[in-house]
């Protein structure tokens, strides 16, 4: 029962208190086992930021041996992975345009000829340089390989041809970002992380908090319908998503430079879908959730993988495919597609649709879920 | 005031939690204009029945009605003509009370809203905090405000659930007195509480246990049915009096009451000759009207049964 200034037996009940609250705050407990594996995890094997094995289609106007010895040699590299022959212009720009290939490689006609005269030919590649950090490696790799893969070729009179700054000219041409500036990536990408993260936590809260404060129970003798309820939850907040959406497209433009090639009227209609979907998220953390505390955890929980596996930081094709897999379940990595499609490549609702119903299945699952569990709180 | 219409009537009603049937064949009859007093310890059902009475919950069994519409499938026409506040505070703290009333009104619908909101501020004498945050009002304020919003859609019925814990004796006093001028219009209010005096402003009485309904009438009634004889006894050491009488036959419980100590049992005969041996000096002993407080306390120990 001594005062003294320093007592080593209460600092242990203080200690062995914690630990007791620790353990019945199961979900906190979890997240402090959880959160650390899933970053072991995901920045240990998941991200990848040399990409390899990108998907790359090929424009061949000529059928010769140089042209197929260019094409084996790229389909042994660890770069590329040659998944389409492609036989107009038009399929190239459609394939760029929604995401399908990274690369275009173009040999051109009369390559051959131009080969052995000693003209230096052109080998074009195009690249979708939305993102700088999946392309880099690959484009440097490419002069090489393509003036390696020819050298055994050019034996007997053709020697002469080894000589000099190579028997082949690679161009390359950076579509879409042309200097290869990371924030025309990391700008449109923001809009969709910014929205995951205030519109995920904020209704996660703002339901939870009238929980713990006991005002749920008041409202719920109301005439209020449940639908009132959520409705009237959500519409403020998709008008805050949509504040937020323009600060960051005033700043893309005027801040970042970041070009606008696309429809903002198209934009800010997708993204409604986006926001949607993410406020189903929110409202399902919110029906689980024991306190304000646990809502924003999970929050958290879903904005980690978010952030790390939809190609916002590490490029997505860098991932391993159960990496991959995952991303492609999040919203947030079909949103990505979409502003950047939208905002650098020009892309319109055709070409949108793609990465479109990703997320509005996302949403349907949400809101089944949301609905449900919502449902059993109120009784 | 039987002649009066009968606003709740419901019979076995029944509420499981999981595996814990909290409210058990509870069945209870409240008339128009009555301040019916809900008692019983913590834990023994009171909210769970009357959340069920508002349509907070569903009952898993029993029937009956409310308002005249059916308790389990009438809720939304029950609704808007109850006003219901719970036990913790459970408006916004982060709105002004001008904002709560207005909300609240808003949620029931209330035409005239802007009128509505100033007369039952005025009502409530509420007006020089109409610019407060709910947070910054006291106990006794904060319980006003509850009240306020239960009443400014001019509910026919009130369940209030423990309105008054946590809250000054003078704002008590208050809140009773605005609860009798209220039934007097016409309003029916059901009143948890763990107050033995405001049980006995209460025109009728349950007492709740476990989940079962223990005894139910006037304060008078309940009391009767008891049957307890009361004894109290002053000066001398009531300690070791309360040690030596406790067990004795016809001594059902032994409670001290500041400097006196109550005795009671149901036995009248057998409690006489139990103390008879300890009617000496310095012991004063005399009998007493028994109290509601003890007919709660043997009813609570489980010796009273089913009355």
Redesign the interface.
Same mark, same amino acid.
């Not at chain 2, 913790?88 to 703290?93: D, T, V």
């Given at each position: 029962m001594r005062s003294s200034w320093f007592s080593p037996a209460r600092l242990w009940a203080m200690v062995v208190k914690e630990f007791v609250q620790m353990r019945r705050d199961r979900l906190t407990f979890g997240m402090m086992i959880g959160i650390p594996l899933l970053q072991l995890i995901i920045f240990g094997y998941a991200i990848n930021s040399d990409p390899k094995h990108l998907p790359t289609a090929v424009l061949v106007t000529e059928q010769s041996p140089f042209a197929r010895r260019i094409l084996a040699a790229m389909q042994t590299s660890d770069y590329f992975r040659v998944t389409t022959v492609a036989r107009s212009e038009a399929q190239i720009e459609r394939l760029l345009a929604e995401g399908r290939v990274q690369f275009v490689v173009s040999v051109p006609a009369e390559f051959s000829r131009r080969l052995v005269r000693g003209q230096r030919p052109q080998v074009l590649l195009e690249a979708d340089a939305t993102d700088p950090a999946a392309v880099g490696n690959a484009v440097f790799a490419l002069g090489t390989l393509v003036n390696q893969a020819l050298e055994r070729d050019l034996a007997g009179p053709l020697v002469r041809l080894r000589a000099g700054p190579g028997p082949v000219e690679v161009i390359v041409h950076r579509r879409y970002n042309p200097e290869g500036l990371t924030q025309y990536n990391i700008v449109p990408g923001l809009m969709g992380v910014v929205l995951t993260m205030t519109m995920v936590v904020i209704t996660s809260l703002a339901v939870t908090r009238e929980r713990e404060r006991g005002t749920m129970e008041n409202l719920l003798t109301t005439p209020v319908r449940p639908l009132e309820v959520m409705l009237g939850k959500l519409l403020p907040y998709i008008l805050v998503g949509y504040v937020q959406m323009a600060l960051i497209v005033l700043a893309a433009r005027y801040l970042f430079r970041v070009p606008e090639v696309g429809s903002l009227v198209l934009l800010f209609a997708v993204s409604l879908l986006f926001i949607a979907a993410n406020l189903m998220v929110g409202i399902t953390f919110s029906t689980v959730a024991q306190n304000q505390l646990q809502a924003v955890q999970m929050s958290f929980l879903f904005f980690l993988p978010s952030i790390l596996l939809s190609g916002f930081m590490f490029p997505f094709r860098g991932m391993p495919d159960w990496a991959q897999t995952i991303g492609s379940a999040l919203p947030l990595t079909h949103y990505l597609r979409l502003v950047r499609g939208i905002l650098l490549k020009g892309n319109g609702l055709a070409q949108c649709w793609p990465e479109l119903w990703p997320i509005a299945l996302f949403m349907l699952v949400m809101m089944t879920v949301a609905l449900k569990r919502y449902r059993q709180t109120i009784d | 005031m039987n002649q009066a219409a009968v606003i709740i009537d419901v019979q076995g009603l029944v509420k499981r939690f999981g595996p814990h049937t909290v409210v058990d064949g509870v069945s209870l009859t409240v008339r128009q204009g009555e301040v019916f007093g809900f008692l019983g310890p913590n834990g023994a059902g009171k909210t769970t029945t009357i959340r069920m009475l508002?349509?907070?919950?569903?009952p898993d069994g029993g029937s009956g009605t409310c308002l005249g519409f059916d308790v389990i499938r009438g809720s939304?026409q029950i609704?808007?003509q109850?006003g219901?506040m719970?036990q913790?505070? &459970?408006?916004?703290?982060d709105l002004t009370v001008e904002e709560n009333l207005n909300f609240?009104a808003a949620?029931?619908?209330v035409p005239q809203r802007r009128q509505a909101v100033a007369e039952t501020a005025e009502r409530l004498e509420l007006e020089p905090y109409r610019q407060h945050l709910a947070r910054n009002l006291s106990g006794g304020w904060k319980q006003r405000l509850a009240l306020a &919003?239960c009443l400014i859609h001019r509910p026919k019925l009130l369940l209030l659930d423990e309105p008054t814990a946590g809250v000054d004796p003078k704002a008590r006093r208050e809140f009773w007195d605005r609860v009798h001028q209220l039934t007097a219009e016409g309003i029916t209010a059901l009143i948890s509480t763990h107050y033995m005096d405001e049980a006995e402003r209460c025109h009728r009485l349950a007492y709740i246990a476990a989940g079962r309904l223990l005894a139910e009438g006037t304060v008078e009634e309940v009391v009767e049915r008891q049957g307890l004889t009361t004894w109290a006894v002053t000066g001398g050491d009531l300690h070791e009096l309360t040690r030596r009488l406790q067990g004795l036959p016809g001594v059902e419980q032994v409670v001290a009451f500041g400097n006196s100590l109550h005795v009671s049992g149901r036995d009248a005969a057998a409690l006489g000759r139990s103390i008879e041996p300890f009617r000496v000096a310095p012991h004063q002993w005399r009998q007493v009207a028994t109290s509601l407080e003890e007919v709660f306390i043997s009813l609570m120990s489980g010796e009273g049964g089913a009355s």
């Open positions: - | 508002c349509g907070l919950l569903t939304r609704k808007p109850v219901y719970a913790r505070f &459970s408006l916004y703290e609240i949620m029931y619908g &919003s």
